[in-house]
């Protein structure tokens, strides 16, 4: 699964090596290796999935994995010839696989190989782009004609940037694919680690953040923003979105075409933007919510569940913004009221 | 109105050129050329200034603008001898204007010309100042005495510092004018882009912003703060205002003297504050509003209309802080009576 | 008080020149200079602290400082044989013989001598370890073995990192003891100024802050995060605890073991947090709060109170999530209520 253009591979890991990673017991050895890792209902070949959740039985059942980890209720729902590994912590055992599979996967280059130049000479940069001074541009970067990229900006191995762009001073970007015509204002981090972790008795467990950012064509990002890549999906940066300063965007978030994003907004994971969708200023966001086309969110919501497309909302958590102003303006007028009913009932003491 | 020493006029445009841009149609010809932009009340001769909205109807009929690009409903407000183009959507075509006017406003160079020394043969540096490795100074940048400018900061084209300031690690700072004593600490980005769009049956079309920060004497900027240029006027922090960490801070907003800024505080564009406000963490403030002198606002309180000075404000939207206690107060009890009124009730049943 | 690793002393201070600095009277002249600053609990022999509050006259009666500054109604309290100020403003004093004591507090170099070097000579860097481009070292630099600084990281004098380390590009650190297997994404801000200021008659002045920051094993912290050092005591980030991206920590609190802290978190000073605590996106925290071991505060919740440990908190100012949740819920239905009795009592009419 991962883009080998931005993280390398130091598998495959045999069952025998899995088991002593991770403690999990073997339920059927096909003899198979694990090569990567995926999720259930992406696995192929070679991979490996894992299964904690009984949601999640359906995709087992019908995973193209070579290898799967579950706990032992949930085993005996993998197809007939997968591999079987036993674990009271699948999601766990996964973790560390990934990381097994993936040891440097925060690093922006091959482990221990840090570039030794400031821009290497695998890089491709087009026609008309002109590098501010301090610019670091690692192996196999592509960008396209007429970019500028400015002073101390850190382009990882492999980022792809299309024509036009224009990347702020002090800019670093890893594990990205950026269309044309972006701009990305001074000091914003695109395709850094996701914030994923396994609990476990010791303390909190990384998960390895094995996927990409990817930037479609016309995105304005503003200063001091983090995208973080995905986990093992992408996170997506839709057409013509506009984004302001200060803006969070968690791993496997997919915002839209055309949206407005400003100042603050705290998008978590896994979320889904449509198009034309305008979130207010600190408007948070939780993970795995869907916001449908054309909604705009008032500055300062909350939102806690999905909301469909074309109305306004307001308020925490996040509701039709009529019956949030409602709300607000009942509360008024019942803190009003409640306080002359106390002055009356002195009266009639 | 833009400033020479930030940005790089592309002019003159004719009003054949403009028409072409733009698609307006020419209302009354007298030969102008658009030499530059400015807003209705500002402009003077060979300027170029829109109106697309009744209210600034009477702005139309006094400015002192060359050519004005309005709607058909409102050309006619124009002064007479005034050049005339009529448009369908007069924000979107002005914001086309001065693109094509200023070209590369987002740049802190000339276009296509970075500068290719750390520090600019033009710049001039005070006695007693100290430059870390790494730092990068543009052309005709003025740093005054005894000023210590960290690792890696990035100063652009034109910017001037006065005396005894401290500029931190990966500062970047552009298109500001910066007085004495004044602490910038590291990574806070100050004078990019403002935030602003017109919207368009094709996406959101940026609107260049050509103006400038203004940073008075003895202001302090915390980290990874974001302060944007102003679009047309400045954006300007008063004397002596304090400013923590991660403070956006939106284009034309004006923030009085001494004022205090805590943590994560969004400022929009166009607001103004008093002096000796003080705004807690996280606290929003939506644009155009006005905070008047001593003003206090609790945190995370978000301010949407204009508050008179001299009180302490809290909740959202912003109200007097007393009332929005009562507020919470009553909904506190309210909850717990109603829960009551379920228990006696389902006791009759 | 003031570790010398990061502080250059430049006392002692005799009584004359305090005085002549604050304009404080002598209560009582013991020839004792100052020759550091201290709290009153902490403070030593030859160290200063100060007595503004009536709640502090027992930690005053019981100091071990040298020299007190109080005002004329407390300073009959200090300990016989204490060398005695009396001031109107003695925090004001405080503050102004703290800056004359380390006058280049904010510096990571010794006031007007930059490094000259990109890694100083004195540095120590463990075998195994990288350090990319741009990267620039301070004296006394102490790094462990497997570290990976990435491009254009700025270490301040005298921080020490431990083993395994992960420190990503631009992020600048300062005044700080790290931790092994810490991770620091880019961008983020490790040591600089704490946000504290006297109010004073001519504006806020800057009280210098003497403490450190102390990262401990495990760490891991987002991107462009900023944790402020302490002011005369260290900010304390406990072991495997994960921060995400744009999180705001505050000069002097103290974050347990293995918390977690989801982006757009803000914690101002002084706050305690126990283990295990879990803070959602968003979160504000007010100064001096304590939160208990393993409480859970949920998203866009302002903390203004202490919350002991084990529950489940929401809201604003946070209570137990279900008395939230239900105040949420009644005011939601009163909203409807309300409405209804309007349309019931219009149709009495």
Redesign the interface.
Known sequence: MADPRFFDNHGPLTLAAIVKLTGAEVGLDTGAEAHDVAPLENAGPRQLAFCDNPKMKNALSRTGASIVVATRELIDAAPEGVARLVSDRPSLAFAKIAGALYPGA????PM???????VDPSARIGA?S?????V?IGADVEIGRDC?I???A?IGRGVQIGHGA?I???V?ISHALIGDRV?I???S?IG??G?G?VGSPS??F?IPQLGRVIIQD?V?I?????I?RGALADTVIG??T?I???V?I?HNTRVG??C?L???V?L?GSIELGDFVVLG??V?V?DHVKIGTGAQVA??A?V?GNLPGGQVYGG??A?PVG?WR??????????KG??RRNVSSSGKN
């Open positions: 925060s690093l922006t280059w221990g190989k840090p570039p030794l130049l400031p008309g002109t590098l501010a001074l301090g670091q500028v400015g002073a101390g850190v224009f702020g001073p002090h670093s701009f204002h001074a000091g981090r850094q680690d914030f972790y303390g909190h990384k016309g304005e503003g200063a001091n923003c983090c973080d057409e013509g506009k302001d300063n200060l969070q968690g075409r055309h407005i400003v100042s603050e705290g978590s200023g600190q948070g939780a500055a300062k909350g806690t925490f958590p509701k019956q409602r709300e607000m303006g009942a509360l008024s007028l019942f803190a409640k306080l």
